[in-house]
T-cell receptor
Framework: GAVVSQHPSWVICKSGTSVKIECRSL??????MFWYRQFPKQSLMLMAT?????????EQGVEKDKFLINHASLTLSTLTVTSAHPEDSSFYIC????????????FGPGTRLTVL | DAKTTQPTSMDCAEGRAANLPCNHS???????VYWYRQIHSQGPQYIIH???NNETNEMASLIITEDRKSSTLILPHATLRDTAVYYC???????????FGKGTRLHILP
């Protein structure tokens, strides 16, 4: 079946630095990808919709200048957490609908970000 | 906001059928019912979806009431590996963004 990967699977960084997370569709093309954030013991919260070749659409309350999204190709979307702070520590998950390949959306395995 | 309501948690004995209910009383005629689950520290996994008819696949069965206002996900023979949070979601298209509710935390008891 279709597979979505994320890199890195976990990252620890210092406060004030920027961190880039990659989301790749491995055997299908995805014009749209979605980014979620999940705090411990909470549900997934949709952050933004990543659109290939155009600007991302952010959900209400998500700072677009802090969470930069780039969807440069049909198989890659990146989320950059800029000037990270401890409160940005979270589990970040991406998903992609594989179009005609399936009726479902495929989710990446997630990236655990810890900001010290 | 999520359009579904689910119990916060449920327990089920290993080997028994796990029946997870979901209410979606405001579902529109063109909205599908989807179920996903998330095992701890992993990305969500698709389980099953349906529109009106009951559906079955290798993982589970989905029973949708005739008025479509509620549904039940059935895991026929629960194992310890089925311990997860189960999310019931309604949406129109497969490429629509997914808005997750709080889901049901299912504990499978040995």
């Amino acid at each position: 079946g279709a597979v979505v990967s994320q890199h890195p699977s976990w990252v620890i960084c210092k406060s004030g630095t920027s961190v880039k997370i990659e989301c790749r569709s491995l055997d299908f093309q995805a014009t749209t990808m979605f980014w979620y954030r999940q705090f411990p013991k909470q549900s997934l919260m949709l952050m933004a919709t990543s659109n290939e070749g155009s600007k991302a659409t952010y959900e209400q309350g998500v700072e677009k200048d802090k969470f930069l999204i780039n969807h440069a190709s049909l198989t890659l979307s990146t989320l950059t957490v800029t000037s990270a702070h401890p409160e940005d520590s979270s589990f970040y998950i991406c998903s992609a609908p594989p179009g005609l390949l399936s009726n479902e959306q495929f989710f990446g395995p997630g990236t655990r970000l810890t900001v010290l | 906001d999520a359009k579904t309501t689910q119990p916060t948690s449920m327990d089920c004995a290993e080997g028994r059928a796990a029946n997870l209910p979901c209410n979606h009383s405001t579902i529109s005629g063109n909205e599908y019912v989807y179920w996903y689950r998330q095992i701890h520290s992993q990305g969500p996994q698709y389980i099953i979806h349906g529109l009106k008819n009951n559906e079955t696949n290798e993982m589970a069965s989905l029973i949708i009431t005739e008025d479509r206002k509620s549904s039940t996900l059935i895991l026929p023979h629960a194992t310890l590996r089925d311990t997860a949070v189960y999310y019931c979601i309604v949406r129109v298209r497969r490429d629509d963004k997914i808005i997750f509710g709080k889901g049901t935390r299912l504990h499978i008891l040995p």
